[in-house]
């Protein structure tokens, strides 16, 4: 099994900046996909960025240019990095990890506990 737990959440005025960790640990034989999902009350979830291990990354259109998601294999974490936020922004996010336990073992997803954050107007 593979845990992650994130930290970096909090309360922000708009234009502030936040930096999101998520850390896997248990057992891991290989990470592919590492990515942050956020969801807002009475939304769906949503992805927000994702970098592969050969470190492509995707964002969403709404965060380009504001948002920077890296990671760290050494560490199993992968980070995000949130400037120029907005109020939009606020929501429940989520760290996924697409991993295998062992050789044999398919990939599967695991997901992190969420971390709020709040942008204040």
């Known amino acids: 099994q593979v845990q992650l737990v994130e930290s970096g959440g909090g309360l922000v005025q708009a234009g502030g900046s936040l930096r999101l960790s998520c850390a896997a640990s248990?057992?891991?034989?290989?990470?592919?996909?590492m990515a942050w999902y956020r969801q807002a009350p009475g939304k769906q979830r949503e992805l927000v960025a994702a970098?592969?291990?050969?470190?492509?990354?995707n964002y969403t259109d709404s965060v380009k240019g504001r948002f920077t998601i890296s990671r760290d294999n050494a560490k199993n974490t992968v980070y995000l990095q949130m400037n120029s936020l907005k109020p939009e922004d606020t929501a429940v996010y989520y760290c996924?990890?697409?991993?295998?336990?062992?050789?044999?073992?398919?990939?599967?997803?695991?997901w992190g506990q969420g971390t709020q954050v709040t942008v204040s107007s």
């Open positions: 970098v592969t291990s050969g470190r492509n990354t």
């Open positions: 248990g057992s891991i034989f290989s990470i592919n996909a």
């Open positions: 996924n990890v697409r991993a295998s336990s062992t050789w044999y073992a398919p990939r599967a997803d695991y």
